[in-house]
């Protein structure tokens, strides 16, 4: 229903920047929210950052302060300001639509394939 399509991921030195966009395409219609996640090998995806239908924001505690969720409804982007860059950053980053069902009322997220994100020292 919701395709995804992330960019701006790549090579950074900490402390450095990169913004993150996601490119939506598709049915909006039941989108309740957007969030950025991560994924880093061994590790369990986890919540970034979240901006719902409504403007509300809320970050990870590893990167308040630094990371900045954004989204353009007129385009259907979303955006991750990431500054201050540290190693521990280092992931892939996906995209996600939280989309609740109109039939079932069951809430869903779909994805985008990712994008690397890497932090050298």
């Known amino acids: 229903q919701v395709q995804l399509a992330e960019s701006g991921g790549g090579l950074v030195q900490a402390g450095g920047s990169l913004r993150l966009s996601c490119a939506g395409s598709g049915s909006f219609f039941g989108v309740i929210a957007m969030a950025w996640y991560r994924q880093a090998p061994g590790n369990q995806r986890e919540l970034v950052a979240r901006i719902t239908s409504g403007g509300s924001t809320n970050y990870a505690d590893s990167v308040k302060g630094r990371f900045t969720i954004s989204r353009d409804s007129a385009k259907n982007t979303a955006y991750l300001q990431m500054n201050s860059l540290k190693p521990e950053d280092t992931a892939v980053y996906y995209c996600?639509?939280?989309?609740?069902?109109?039939?079932?009322?069951?809430?869903?997220?779909?994805w985008g394939q990712g994008t690397q994100v890497t932090v050298s020292s």
């Open positions: 996600a639509a939280e989309i609740r069902d109109r039939l079932t009322m069951a809430i869903r997220n779909d």
